[in-house]
């Protein structure tokens, strides 16, 4: 990665360009052409060091609700559990931590009775039933951006 890499990576953390062509407006943020951009930014997903590039909302703001939810899982139920987890539209991500509560991920829906609903199914489907369900009260927005 050199140093154009970490000013187009600086550049389209916050403040993405909302136009027709995004790329080629940053291009001229960064005197480089749509096409560099694009390359570069290829290269970068493909070597891991983009994951994704897409809007994020606020459920919120959506009319929508959110919840962090753990779960206890045997660790010979872990890949159909996740499957399952992950089957799910409203979940955004589920990984694994070293603890007994091992297994979280956040689910996001219009209700919170539809989240309720989708928590037991979960359970009656995998024969995991202790799955917490943890609705955030407050938030606490900072701004997640990584000066390279």
């Given at each position: 990665m050199d140093d154009l890499d970490k000013k187009l990576l600086n550049s389209i953390q916050s403040g993405f360009p909302i136009c027709s062509r995004p790329y080629g407006a940053i291009g001229e943020m960064l005197d480089m052409g749509e096409t560099e951009v694009l390359e570069r930014l290829k290269k970068l997903k493909e070597s891991g060091i983009i994951r994704r590039i897409g809007g994020n909302f606020g459920p919120e703001?959506?009319?929508?609700?959110?919840?962090?939810?753990?779960?206890?899982?045997?660790?010979?139920?872990?890949?159909?559990?996740?499957?399952?987890?992950?089957?799910?539209?409203?979940?955004?991500?589920?990984?694994?931590?070293?603890?007994?509560?091992?297994?979280?991920?956040?689910?996001i829906e219009p209700s919170r009775e539809i989240i309720a609903h989708n928590l037991e199914e979960i359970a009656k489907e995998t024969g995991v039933t202790e799955i917490l369900n943890l609705p955030a009260t407050h938030v606490f927005k900072i701004r997640a951006k990584f000066a390279l």
């Open positions: 703001n959506l009319g929508y609700f959110s919840t962090l939810c753990a779960a206890k899982v045997p660790e010979d139920k872990l890949e159909a559990f996740t499957e399952t987890v992950n089957s799910y539209p409203g979940v955004t991500h589920n990984y694994i931590r070293e603890n007994d509560w091992n297994v979280w991920f956040t689910f």
